[in-house]
């Protein structure tokens, strides 16, 4: 199993709603764990004693499937900024309703529980919800888009 079908397999875990899944196959044992947030926790496991080529690439495997968070740091040493990212594949919405207000605009101070947004995924409408408190700086989505799994969608000054 290669990296690209580990994480197509965390992502269709996220999307599923299931809250663990292991998988077993003859060299190795993977357990995939969601939170109620959404956030993912995965470990990978090598069972079986590889070849040296092998055995180098293990690490760098688990490290590219590490907890996806739903909010992480932005990678600019400069930026004090942070990005609240897509917790599921779907479409992208800023407003609840065509007729309605958006949840987020730049420069609106949002708390921690705040909706941001909401994301349609299989008919269903998630309203997406803030895991920090701060000011928005940047929509990084256009509204009506297709959005993947962790995402960017706003930048946000927590200070």
């Known amino acids: 199993m290669d990296i690209k ?4 397999l965390i992502k269709f875990v996220a999307k599923s709603g299931a809250t663990e899944v292991k998988l077993e196959m003859d060299d ?7 939170t109620e947030t959404g956030n993912t926790e995965t470990t ?6 590889v070849n040296p080529l092998q055995q180098a690439v293990a690490p760098a495997s688990q490290a ?4 996806a968070a739903a909010v992480e740091a932005v990678a600019d040493e400069n930026s004090k900024y942070i990005t609240i990212k897509s917790p599921i594949i779907g479409t992208f ?3 609840p309703a065509p007729d309605k207000e958006a949840f987020a605009e730049v420069g609106k101070t949002i708390k921690q529980g705040d909706v941001v947004c909401v994301i349609e ?3 269903l ?10 000011k928005i700086v940047k929509v990084l989505v256009d509204d009506a888009s297709p959005v993947e799994f962790d995402q960017p969608l706003f930048l946000v000054d927590p200070s």
């Open 5 to 8: 079908e580990i994480q197509n």
């Open 44 to 49: 990978y496991i090598q069972q079986l004693p």
């Open 93 to 95: 919405y800023r407003k």
């Open 28 to 34: 190795f044992k993977i357990t995939i764990k969601t």
């Open 64 to 67: 590219a499937v590490a907890p």
């Open 125 to 134: 409408f998630n309203e997406i919800e803030s895991e920090i408190s701060g």
């Open 121 to 123: 995924a299989m008919k």
